[in-house]
């Protein structure tokens, strides 16, 4: 009988063997804009994370816990001291990025699926105002919150030193510490990797 951990990891490995193949499936399932065409036929290279990559972080391994907030889509403070012990899933997007168009349904199911388990979602928008926020939010059906980053860079910034963000789509998860416990570039295609990893990381010992 095959341990927890041992399953992750075979989940993982499947997951990123098959990731030319589900890519293609999966993004050309998905639709019409502009910035979705965009992405989907390569023109957003310059500004956009537009391939997966992963990796999970060791706990010995991990940085110092970082420490962020601001102020959300809905005008309500954030601060990740107040979620000390909790996992915090840490999304970095733009509204007119398409392969966060893209990957916005997959990320909300994930949350759905792990809303109950301890577990903090939190958007940062590196870009949009707030109506934009809510807006996008609206049309894809996403319900976690976002921070509005655009004026102050506070969050970005934030993480610098351990995760520099330099394309979205990027996702984050901190471990109950508030340290980088795994990362995702690009678009999480599918929900399996992100939530092996959320799980990896709740399982571990706080």
Not at 8 to 13: E, G, I, P, S
Not at 97 to 105: T, W
Not at 165 to 177: E, G, H, K
């Amino acid at each position: 009988m095959s341990s927890p951990a041992r399953s992750r990891r075979d989940v993982l490995r499947i997951g990123a063997a098959a990731l030319a193949g589900a890519l293609a499936v999966g993004l050309s399932a998905c639709a019409p804009d502009p910035a979705t065409e965009a992405f989907l036929n390569g023109d957003e290279k310059a500004y956009t994370a537009a391939d997966l990559r992963w990796q999970e972080i060791p706990a010995d391994e991990r940085g110092e816990p970082v420490v962020f907030g601001g102020t959300t889509d809905s005008g309500e403070k954030f601060s990740s001291d107040d979620h000390t012990g909790d996992v915090i899933v840490v999304n970095f997007w733009y509204a007119t990025c398409g392969p966060c168009r893209v990957e916005a349904k997959d990320l909300e199911a994930v949350w759905q699926q792990h809303q109950d388990d301890d577990v903090v979602f939190m958007g940062v928008n590196i870009f949009d105002q707030a109506a934009t926020a809510k807006a996008f939010a609206k049309k894809y059906g996403v319900t976690y919150p976002s921070l509005m980053d655009a004026d102050s860079g506070q969050a970005k910034l934030a993480f610098a030193r351990v995760a520099p963000i330099q394309a979205p789509p990027a996702t984050l998860v901190l471990d109950r510490q508030g340290r980088v416990a795994a990362r995702i570039i690009g678009p999480i295609d599918g929900t399996s990797i992100l939530s092996s990893m959320i799980k990896g990381v709740l399982e571990e010992q706080a």
